[in-house]
Structure formats: C-alpha cells, structure tokens
C-alpha cells in the first residue's frame, strides 16, 4: 500500500480571511487541519460567557497557527504550536493529518533536509534509521563531528585511530592514548559509525 492510499483524505475548503484554503482534517481534532504547503489551522475556543469547568465550544471561523521555534541541542530547529495545553510538533501534524496517525515509534522525515520546510511533499513516515540516513546525507544540517558540543576527539585524530584499528589494535589498546575516550567511542570512530565525513 503506498502512503497516499495510507488515509482517505477528508479535505474541506476552509475559508481564513477572504481567501479559500483546501485543508485536510486531523483525525482527532476535526477543529484542527492543515493544507499542503505546511501550514496549520484551528478554530479558536470561545471561552466568553462558558461556565468553568465546562469544555470551551469552537468558533465558526478558522484562524491560521503561529508556530514557533523549538531549538534542540546540536539539532536544527523544529516548529511546534498548542492544541489546548498539548505541545505538537508542525511536521507531525501535517502528516497526521493527511496521512494519519502513526504509532510513536514512527519518525517523520524531512526529504530535502530542511527542519522548517513542512510542506506535505517534503514529509515522509519512516524508521528512526531511515531519519538517520537522512541526516548523514544532508551533511551541514547535522551536527557531527568537532561542530557537536559534546565531542571529545578532533579530526586530526580519527585517522590515527582508524590506522592503528586496521593493524590489528582493539579500541580498549588504542583508548590508551586518550585518557578521555571510551573503548566503545573508539570503537565507533574506528568502524566509521560515527566521524563519517572524515576520510
């Protein structure tokens, strides 16, 4: 089954403004939808006159979301908005939304490698190693190597590494020469699992 047959589209033309949008609903808000180009929409909660404690009725008229920026350690940014109290991710919910819901374990890749750019076609359910994979292709969007905050080695050092690997020396013998390194990190570096872009 490809993706598109994933989920019947239930697409409404929303009207926001003066302007004509084709959206689809999500499948558990139907006062929440998206249209292609990855932008997100909601009709607001009207609270004036609700007793409290009552659940807040949904305007008639759609309101375009304002995402905003959440800005991960060595990672590139991802746009989230709320739905009520509830934190989602702009990119997930596109997908949810015209593709339908998939379990957590679920990634949602960007194809062309840009975190910001939601359009529909620029998304993709997948493995977390299909995410991988994409990352280490976009290289500059990744914060490998000396750019990641939390690296020890440095360049120079991974061909060292990687010389005295292929002459027959275990990561714990050659962990020897970098006090702060573990056998496993060596290990890692020596079989190009990590520090790819160095040759």
Not at 37 to 57: C, E, F, T
Not at 79 to 103: A, N, S
Not at 109 to 131: C, F, I, K, M, W
Not at 141 to 155: K, P
Request: glycine fraction near 6%; charged fraction near 25%.
């Amino acid at each position: 089954m490809s993706e598109t047959d994933q989920k019947t589209e239930s697409t409404v033309t929303i009207t926001v403004g003066s302007e004509a949008i084709e959206v689809s609903l999500h499948p558990d808000y139907n006062y929440c939808a998206a249209n292609r180009l990855g932008n997100a929409y909601i009709r607001p909660a009207v609270r004036a006159g609700i007793p409290k404690g009552m659940a807040y009725p949904r305007s008639d008229c759609w309101a375009k979301v304002k995402p905003y920026p959440v800005h991960c350690k060595n990672r590139p940014s991802y746009l989230k908005f709320k739905i009520g109290e509830r934190q989602v991710y702009l990119h997930r919910f596109i997908m949810e939304c015209w593709r339908g819901i998939e379990p957590a374990s679920t990634v949602v890749r960007h194809l062309d490698g840009n975190h910001l750019n939601n359009a529909l076609e620029n998304l993709a359910y997948g493995t977390v190693q299909e995410n991988v994979n994409d990352t280490f292709s976009h290289i500059g969007n990744y914060a490998e190597g000396e750019r990641n905050a939390m690296a020890v080695l440095t360049e120079n050092n991974i061909p060292e590494i990687r010389r005295l690997y292929a002459e027959g020396k275990t990561p714990t013998e050659i962990a020897k020469n970098y006090p702060s390194i573990t056998p496993e990190a060596i290990g890692i570096a020596a079989r190009r699992k990590s520090w790819r872009h160095v040759q």
